[in-house]
């Protein structure tokens, strides 16, 4: 592999949380970051806690702590409100009798409600499944059904999602919103909320209770549960400083939506957890409304994904240039790979460096970053967090010299790691199988002076504007249509995206390809799972490449697509 990006670009100032990567890898210590927390003293913790009432009984439950809008609400909230909303619905979710561990999900657009509602979770020891908006009926059967949630958080819109009658561990659906049908088992939020009491007893837990449920999606087989602990607040706390580089002034503003593992790790804990202000902005993307969003809290960290900045970057120059971002200080990017183009324009535009970092749902914080006492070399994911050991390996385990391309990999553990995927230890112990540890499923390369190059995906999950979409949920629901034969699903470049997903279909006897079939597919996934998930590019074919054993072989329909090598064909089908 040859190392052509030579490109360089120089911190232009020194931080207080990091003025030196090299020296503070070296005398980087996981216990010292530990002292933070509540169980240094009583051995005791609780994210809630320690995330919000922790700074009202320190003291700072005047500062703000939530800044919300969208096209109808306009609203700011201290870290006192907080923790009294919160501590409401906790006591909402105790007088139904959930309790410390049950799974309780979240199902609504990003309001303060929900925030109210998942710290409210989180203080009673509950663990919090949040699901995307978007999701339709057959993704939200999937996972309530796979994790036993006993209730869910939702709004009237979104309730004809939810399959009560499939869903027998699910007793309460409560439901913010106007509307609220009088129906057993339904539970309106405002009357209950209004109703409880500000005060509420936390729960106290161990180190590796329960925190979160976040489903991603695998090549094969059913979306994951993928399951944190408390523990992961350590890292949560420290990527803030010396990733985010979040200072106590600071105004920040994470753009993902909870349903998405960046949406709560860093849309909700990294900066909670710091005493940080918190930006949240509801409703859809649009370049002015997010520069507006910049403009008018005075938002001086920002973190987005490479989809995001691609299309600020197709909106054009001339819209930035209409507001004042002057009080921008970092930006920050995750979820694909950041091209340098869109580093260079960055720089160009906001005048900042965008720092991009990588991590998974199953890591549950950032792992390789990019910092900024760190020169820059676009298009690489940086270096490993200061307690953090990454390495390039083979398929035995064996790391590969520099400029090599294999497996990314972890030494295990590490604070925020997952402690298991929800009902399947076998499908947990296979990113465990080279003792020592957790790989990725990307493959990667890491040059002489240490900074890594993603390659991309060993497996086949698509990426689509920052979605993980597994190709297996797209083709089971393909092939829910009457038309449909068969399907496989792969990811397709495209400059916009990062990916988009493209299906080829084989028809049943009888059906005829169309333009017009092509459309009602797309509708088809589009309502039965989910927008993201929708194929916006469809081929029709006589057959579709099999293994023996009736696999669908992926890989030759991305060869045909990019019109590559097919490699090995062994074990096709015919
Ligand atoms: C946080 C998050 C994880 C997968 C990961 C990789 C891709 C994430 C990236 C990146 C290149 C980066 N990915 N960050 N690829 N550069 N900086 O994204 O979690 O949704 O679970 O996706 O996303 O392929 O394995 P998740």
């Keep these: 592999m040859e190392n052509v990006q030579q490109e360089r670009i120089a911190a232009t100032a020194t931080t207080p949380n990091m003025r030196d990567y090299e020296n503070t890898y070296a005398s980087m210590r996981w216990e010292e970051v530990e002292k933070q927390f509540s169980w240094h003293e009583t051995g005791k913790v609780n994210m809630a806690y320690e995330a919000v009432d922790r700074h009202v009984e320190q003291g700072r439950g005047s500062k703000t702590a939530l800044l919300y ?9 201290t870290f006192a409100d907080i923790a009294a909303q919160s501590s409401r619905f906790a006591n909402v979710l105790r007088g139904l009798g959930i309790g410390k561990g049950d799974r309780v999900f979240i199902f609504m657009p990003r309001t303060p409600e929900l925030y109210f509602s998942l710290m409210g979770a989180l203080k009673i020891g509950a663990v919090v499944g949040p699901l995307f908006e978007a999701f339709m009926e057959t993704a939200v059967r999937d996972r309530l059904q796979d994790s036993e949630a006993v209730a869910i958080v939702t709004t009237p819109a979104l309730l004809g999602r939810i399959p009560r ?64 602990v408390q523990n992961a607040m350590i890292q949560h706390y420290y990527t803030g ?31 909670w957890l710091n005493g940080v202000t918190n930006v949240i902005r509801g409703g859809r993307f649009s370049p002015q409304d997010w520069y507006a969003t910049l403009q008018k809290y005075g938002v001086t960290v920002w973190y987005s994904a490479p989809t995001a900045f691609r299309m600020l970057m197709g909106a054009g120059d001339e819209v930035v240039q209409q507001y004042d971002l002057s009080k921008l200080r970092h930006v920050l990017s995750v979820g694909e790979p950041l091209n340098p183009e869109v580093v260079r324009w960055g720089l160009k535009v906001y005048g900042h460096r965008i720092h991009d970092t990588w991590w998974m749902t199953e890591t549950g914080g950032q ?14 994911m940086g270096k490993p967090l200061p307690g953090i050991e990454a390495a390039i390996i083979d398929d035995n385990g064996n790391e590969l010299p520099p400029n090599r391309m294999g497996n990314l ?46 390659q991309g995906r060993i497996d086949d999950v698509i990426n689509t504007s920052g979605e993980r979409v597994g190709p297996f949920e797209v083709e089971s629901k393909l092939v829910e249509h009457p038309a449909i034969a068969e399907a496989g699903v792969i990811g ?8 988009i997903i493209k299906a080829f279909i084989s028809l049943r006897e009888g059906f005829e390809p169309s333009e017009e079939l092509k459309k009602e597919i ?16 469809i081929e029709f074919k006589d057959k579709l490449p099999k293994t023996r054993s009736g696999k669908i072989m992926r890989r030759v329909l991305k060869a045909w697509e990019l019109d590559l090598p097919t490699g090995d064909l062994s074990t096709i089908e015919d």
């Design 165 to 228: 009658s499939e869903l027998p561990a699910l007793k309460h659906v409560i439901v913010f919103g106007d509307d609220v049908p009088s129906e057993e088992g339904i539970v309106d939020y405002r009357t209950e909320m209004a109703g409880a009491s500000e005060e509420a007893q936390i729960e106290w837990l161990g180190r590796e209770d329960g925190l979160l449920l976040h489903y991603t999606s695998g090549s094969t087989g059913k979306p994951k549960g993928v399951y944190h």
């Design 69 to 77: 809008s969208d096209a109808s609400r306009e609203e700011s909230y």
């Design 367 to 380: 792992l390789v970053c990019n910092y900024p006492c760190m020169t820059i070399k676009p298009g690489s």
């Design 492 to 499: 397709k470049p495209d400059p916009m995206r990062g990916e």
């Design 241 to 271: 400083q010396v990733v985010l580089d979040l200072q106590p002034d600071d105004v920040y503003w994470c753009t993902a939506d909870p349903g998405w593992v960046t949406g709560t790790s860093y849309g909700i804990f990294a900066p």
């Design 409 to 454: 990999a972890i030494r295990t553990p590490w604070p925020s790691m997952m402690r298991k995927i929800w009902n399947n230890p076998a499908k947990y112990e296979e990113y465990f199988r080279l003792q020592g540890w957790y790989v990725s499923g990307d493959s990667a390369y890491r040059d002489e002076e240490g900074y890594f190059w993603f």
């Design 522 to 537: 797309y509708t088809f996934v589009k309502v039965g799972l989910s927008a993201h998930a929708a194929p916006r590019e």
